[in-house]
């Protein structure tokens, strides 16, 4: 079975605070991404990685970066936490089959930030 | 820009029933739609993907249908069970393998 882990399923910082959350694969996936879920806003893509060292922004990637050093693992930084990134945090990854179609993805059991 | 939709928002059925649950989405070029199951705080968890070219993929007592002319699928849940009981989350993904969801269904499945 695929398995998705995420460092923290909760974790509570402060604004302004240099934020680390930490998304690891066990399933030599080659895609990795992260969103945010929101009452709602639903789920929303923040960014994602095709490879070691590649990153792609995704639809709302303000205020947040990411490293991806090596393929099983992929980070997900606040550089200055705001109160308005309180949110759940969801890593997902997929394989890359060549074609899309193929592409299922697998999620983590999530990362619930409070920013005070 | 592609928009996806779950009707209903929430759903309360009674133990042992067979219900639909509905998504549509507005572009037809799509490569796959997959699927997930998502608890109370907690992550979401794969059901079914069903490829582009595919109508339907069946997996136990679910079985989903994909018809992308028309933009529309549905998820069908035989013979209901409380531990059912969850938020139902339909997406679709364009090329690059982005996923597009839609806001959820809230199933409730009374004992």
């Known amino acids: 079975d695929v398995k998705v882990t995420q460092s923290s399923r909760y974790l509570v910082k402060r604004t302004g605070e240099k934020v680390f959350l930490e998304c690891v694969q066990d399933?030599?996936?080659?895609?990795m991404f992260w969103y945010r879920q929101d009452p709602g806003l639903g789920l929303r893509l923040i960014y994602f990685?095709?490879?070691?060292?590649?990153?792609e922004k995704g639809d709302i990637p303000e205020g947040y970066s990411v490293s991806r050093e090596k393929k099983e693992r992929f980070s997900l930084i606040l550089e200055s936490a705001s109160t308005n990134q309180t949110s759940m945090y969801l890593c997902?990854?997929?394989?890359?089959?060549?074609?899309?179609?193929?592409?299922?993805?697998?999620f983590g059991p999530g990362t619930r930030l409070t920013v005070l | 820009k592609q928009e996806v939709t779950q009707i209903p928002a929430a759903l309360s059925v009674p133990e042992g029933e067979n219900l639909v649950l509905n998504c549509s989405f507005t572009d037809s070029a799509i490569y796959n739609l997959q699927w997930f199951r998502q608890d109370p705080g907690k992550g979401l968890t794969s059901l079914l993907l069903i490829q582009s070219s595919q109508r339907e993929q069946t997996s136990g007592r679910l079985n989903a249908s994909l018809d992308k002319s028309s933009g529309r699928s549905t998820l069908y849940i035989a013979a209901s069970q409380p531990g059912d009981s969850a938020t139902y989350l339909c997406a679709v993904s364009n090329q690059g393998g982005k996923l597009i969801f839609g806001q959820g269904t809230e199933l409730s499945v009374k004992p």
């Open positions: 399933m030599d996936h080659e895609n």
């Open positions: 997902a990854s997929s394989f890359d089959s060549g074609t899309s179609a193929y592409n299922e993805q697998f």
């Open positions: 990685s095709y490879d070691v060292k590649m990153k």
